[in-house]
Each structure stands twice: as structure tokens, then as C-alpha cells.
């Protein structure tokens, strides 16, 4: 094996390691339960189980999105699979997958000879498309709509590059682009940019055919007219004005959007955020000027084309998140949710330093500036810069994945506790929520089924405690008001339980439930780490007024309760309450 294949193998395995940590991340902290705007996808669901769904149910707006394709395949593999939610997120991997796999082949088409520089390009844009900086949009199936613009713009881009005839192209890009409009809000940018790549990239075409402009531009006009067809903006979400008024406002919240792919979206980062998405938006800017510099060199132009308008759909992505959610605050910027359509300003830069160091760009002070130590000295930076952004992430992964379970195990009490879940999960969680669980309930959908008993031996997995399960430490009361902690862990696997369970005792014996308590793990390594404690992410507290409590109550017991089983485990202690 020559030593250039050998190279390319190597990168090629290093590469790999980002899509086996992403998959790891989803197999470890999926929680199969829909949060936040997943839950619009219900009504579908019946819809579909009772024959009445229709094409209009499909293409309604949902929030300013038109989601048709998306819905298709929620609605249709909710059936196959009684909308176990992690197999969309299995989805959303596969896309980021087909996108890794298109950029490999744009690169070997845009930087031929160059394997190292190449291999070494194509292992930092892997980083990135894994990083758990989206977190949100790997742990949520419905964001797979976030993925599908992007892999159409891609495979768009490979097409163009193809030696296929041009109305071939013309067609299959016209297909695509129709799916990344009906896929997510942005959506319509396939249209602008690959239109460019079309005229420019196509090198197989000595002459282009006068009908291909006004063909793709009525493409685009039908696709925006559908869209915009009945389009109301929901009250609740900020003005689109606000950009307008304050331009310096929108700026800041413009930079942090491009950066934040970089820094994770940590707070306290907010101005090396800003200061990153500066100093990204510059050198985008500067690469398009060399772009256009080399206007009498079309195979330059050829090459570099696809790159820069992969970076202008990041960009242009950021614009309209800053028109849509500017109201919210400059904070929202750090969303990880957005970092799925930002970081591509990133790839692109990756693609373009490389090919700014190439024998393309044989100018001596290019040649000084951008030599192959410059080149790695700039992925070593951004390689630290990824690390520290995948550790403030992994924080909030952790995070979420405990908010998500305690908020399942509430909303399967539903029916047995009258305001079962906390105020704080109803950010995540429909004003409708007993409604849509019974309806999953009754499609089969709700695993475990909704606990419609107060008496905890009727769904106990152990009624007698076990050493391990964890300890009701005290009970304790200030007036009319009791406050009670301990430990808890499930026995099927040791982790922190997803909830626990307070009863109180009754004369004939029965354990009957009378509220929730929540772990107190919330994510956070650091306070784990400083604490010193062994038993801190198993904590757990409750504070509940005497009321909730009925006069014959004769003590307080506590059980560890877990929503994949739906099962409850006694602690060690009963607190007496005579």
C-alpha cells in the first residue's frame, strides 16, 4: 500500500471516531419520551390511527414551519415502531451521516492531489457535524428536520459536480430543493444557494441552456408561494421588527449564533462567543473576496464556489434566527439547537483555509501566510477550542437527560396526583398534557401506561426494602410544613432514581401516594466532583405542607421509581408521623 493511501485510511478511521461518540451519546442519554415542540405530533398520531388524516394535516404550519416530509416520517414510523422516539434520532444520525459522506466527496472533487491536507479537512468537519454541542437536536427526534436542509443542499452540490447532463441536474436539484423547503424553516435557502454551484460548478456543460435560469426561478417562486400560502406568524413569538430598531442589538445576537458552535451554549462565555462569531464572519468574508478576486480563473471559481455557499447558508440561516427570535433575548442565541445550522460556516472556513494554502494560491505572501505548519497550527486551535465546547455540552447533556426522565415520571402520575409535574417542566411539556398522554395511552404508544392507583403495591417492583436501593433519611417539620430527604437509586441499574415516591401508611397498611420529590442531581459534574460526596447525584428532597397529609396517615415511606419499568422500590426507613 502506497504511503498517500495509507494516510488516507488513517484519517479516514480518525474520522470515524465522532459519529461512534454520537451514537454512543443517543444510545446512552436518549430518554424515550417526547419534550417541547414534539408533542405537535400527536394529534397527527390519532389522526393517522383514526383514517382521517389528511394531505392539509401534513402540510399545516407548525410554528412557522412547514414540516410535510418530516411529518411523513413521523407519522408513518410512529406505526412501525409505537413512536419510539429514538429511532428518529437514529435518523437525524443517519443525515448527519449522508452529509459527512457528501462532503468527503466534494473534497476529493475541489481538492484533487491533496490527500493530507484533504484527510486532515474532512476529520475536523466530522468533529464538528457530531459534536454534542447540538445536543438538543440529537436527543429530540423531531429536530431531524434541523438535518434535512442541509443534506439536501449537499447532495444538491455532489450533482452539480457530477458528469451528469445538465437537465439531469436541473431535475434532481429541483427535487431536492422541494424537500428542504417542506422540511424546515429555512429550508427555502437550498434554492439560492446552490443555484450558484449549478451555473459555476457545472464544468461537464460548455454552454449553458438559456432555460435553466427561468426554470429553477420558477421553481423557487412556487415552493415560496406555497409556503407563504395561509402563513400566519404565531402571536406568541417575538417581532420580526426588532432587527430594524436596534441594528447593535441584532449584531450581538448575530455573532454569538456564528460562534456558538465553538463555545457551547454556556452563558458565561457569551463574550468569547461574540468574539468568535466576529472573527468567523471575517475570514468568511475575506474568502469571498478572494473568490472574487479570481474571477478570470474558473477552475478556482469551480473549486471554491461549493464551499462559499455552504458557508452563506450558515450565515444566511443566522439572519433569519436573528429577524425570528431577537425578542428573546441575546441569550437564546447560545441555543444549541442552532449550532446544527451554524457550524457549517465553520466547515466551509475548514475547506477554504485549506484550498487558500494550495499551489492554486502560489502568491508569496499567501504562501508565508498560509503554510501547511499554519494550516495545523489553525486545526490544533480549533481542536481546543471543540474539546472545551464538547465539555460545557456534555455538562448539559447530562443535565438534560435528568430533567427529561424526572419529567416522565412525572407525567405518568398524571391521573394519580393532581399537579404531578412542577411548574419548571411545563416549559417542556404541553398546556394539554392529560389529554395527549391518554391518547398516546390508547394508541399504545405510552410506555410504560399512565399509573391510575394511589396504592403503591399495585405496580411496587419490591415492596420490601433492599440494601443499595437508598434510604428515607429523615423527616423532618417547621410548623405546618415537613421537610423530608434521602437517597435513591434504581436496582436495575444503580443510576439516581427517575423519581421518588412518598406515601404515607394507613391504619389497614396500604402505602398511598401523596406527592413526588425530585433527585437532586441536576447535571452538574463540577458541584459533583467538589462535593466529595459519593451518594450526591443519589440525594433527593421534598418540602410538603400538613395538609396534604390526611389525619389517619400513620408514617411516611419512600420509593424509588423507574419510568422504563414503571416500577417502584421501597427505601430503607419509614418515618413515623405519632
Sequence with gaps: MSEPNKKARVLLLLAAIFPLLTLVMISEDSVNFPFSDQWEIVPLLVKKAQGTLT????????????????????????????WDV????????????????????LGRKTLQGR?????????????????????????????????????????????????ISIWKKVVLCTLLASVSSFSSANGLLCWIVVFPVLVVGTASESKKPVWVTPLWLAGFTVCVALYF????????????????????????????????????????LTP??????????????????????????????????????????????????????????????????????????????????????????NHERQRRLLTRRTLFALAGLLIILHMFASAVSLRAVTRLKVQLRQMKACSLFVDAIEDA??????????????????????????RPGLVQ????????????????FGSFLQ????????????????PRNGEPADSVLLTYTTDEGKAILFTLAEMNYNGDILKRFLSGDPNYVFYWHKTFPKESLPAAAMSVSAWAFDTDLGKAYKLEGTQSLR
Excluded at 406568541?236 to 450581538?252: C, D, R
Excluded at 392507583?453 to 443499595?468: C, I, L, R, T, Y
Aim: proline share 6%.
Design 55 to 82: 394531505f392539509a394535516d401534513l402540510f399545516a404550519l407548525a410554528h412557522e414551519y412547514r414540516e410535510f416530509f418530516p411529518n411523513l416520517v413521523f407519522v408513518y414510523l410512529a406505526q412501525v415502531t409505537h
Design 86 to 105: 429514538r429511532y428518529e434520532m437514529m435518523i437525524s444520525f443517519v443525515l448527519a451521516c449522508a452529509v459527512c459522506g457528501n462532503l468527503y466527496l
Design 115 to 163: 490527500i493530507t491536507e484533504r484527510g486532515v479537512a474532512f476529520v475536523l468537519a466530522c468533529m464538528l457535524i457530531f459534536s454534542p454541542v447540538q445536543y438538543e437536536n440529537w436527543l429530540m427526534g423531531q429536530q431531524l428536520i434541523f438535518f434535512v436542509p442541509i443534506v439536501c443542499i449537499t447532495t444538491c452540490l455532489l450533482i452539480c459536480y457530477s458528469e
Design 229 to 268: 400560502y395561509g402563513f400566519q406568524r404565531p402571536a406568541y413569538l417575538p417581532p420580526v421588527t426588532e432587527a430594524f430598531k436596534m441594528p447593535p442589538i441584532a449584531l450581538a445576537y448575530l455573532l454569538p449564533l456564528l460562534g456558538s458552535p465553538l463555545t457551547g451554549n454556556n452563558r458565561y
Design 272 to 361: 468569547a462567543t461574540v468574539l468568535l462569531g466576529l472573527a468567523l464572519a471575517a475570514m468568511f468574508v475575506l474568502a469571498s473576496r478572494v473568490y472574487v478576486s479570481k474571477s478570470t480563473d474558473a477552475a478556482v471559481k469551480r473549486g471554491m464556489i461549493c464551499w462559499v455557499m455552504i458557508g452563506a447558508y450558515s450565515v444566511a440561516t443566522a439572519i433569519l434566527v436573528t429577524f425570528g427570535r431577537l425578542g428573546y433575548g441575546i441569550q437564546s442565541s447560545l441555543s444549541s439547537r442552532y449550532t446544527t445550522f451554524c457550524l457549517y460556516l465553520v466547515v466551509a472556513l475548514i475547506y477554504l483555509v485549506t484550498m487558500l494554502g494550495g499551489p492554486v494560491f
Design 421 to 446: 409535574c412542577p411548574p419548571s417542566d411545563l416549559v417542556l411539556l404541553p398546556e394539554n398534557l392529560r389529554e395527549r398522554l391518554h391518547s398516546l395511552e390508547q394508541l399504545g404508544f405510552l
Design 453 to 468: 392507583s394511589k396504592e403503591v403495591q399495585n405496580f411496587a417492583g419490591s415492596d420490601s426494602p433492599q440494601p443499595g
Design 475 to 490: 423527616l423532618s417539620r417547621q410548623g405546618d410544613t415537613f421537610v423530608a430527604y434521602g437517597t435513591a437509586r434504581l
